[in-house]
Nanobody, 124 residues
Framework: QVQLVESGGGLVQAGGSLRVSCVVS????????MGWFRQAPGKDREFVAA????????YYVDSVKGRFTISRDNAKNTLYLQMNNLKPEDTDAYYC?????????????????WGQGTQVTVSS
């Protein structure tokens, strides 16, 4: 059974940094294209970033380009999202997700496995 477990969320002041992690168990991270999404209560889940399984190409939503970096350590079965220069509007629950293909990476419905989420709160 594939499980994804996020960690590293917390409270940070605007302009600060956080790194959230996602550990994959029950399978091998290297076979998946991975993504990060975020969601506020009552809102749709929003694509944040993705990294493809073969070439490690990365993609970001415009609002985080230049501030967030997605990376993967296949040896540790761990996905990361380094978040710098955080803004109050980045406050959300952050979810990692895994999929077998590399199609429309922004589509949450195409991701098969999801973590339980980790809360990131940015104070102004």
């Amino acid at each position: 059974q594939v499980q994804l477990v996020e960690s590293g969320g917390g409270l940070v002041q605007a302009g600060g940094s956080l790194r959230v992690s996602c550990v994959v168990s029950g399978s091998t991270l290297s076979i998946y294209t991975m993504g990060w999404f975020r969601q506020a209560p009552g809102k749709d889940r929003e694509f944040v970033a993705a990294i493809t399984r073969i070439f490690g190409n990365t993609y970001y939503v415009d609002s985080v380009k230049g501030r967030f970096t997605i990376s993967r350590d296949n040896a540790k079965n761990t996905l990361y999202l380094q978040m710098n220069n955080l803004k109050p509007e980045d406050t959300d629950a952050y979810y990692c997700a895994a999929r077998h293909d590399s199609g429309q990476l922004q589509r949450s419905a195409d991701y098969r496995y999801w973590g339980q989420g980790t809360q990131v709160t940015v104070s102004s």
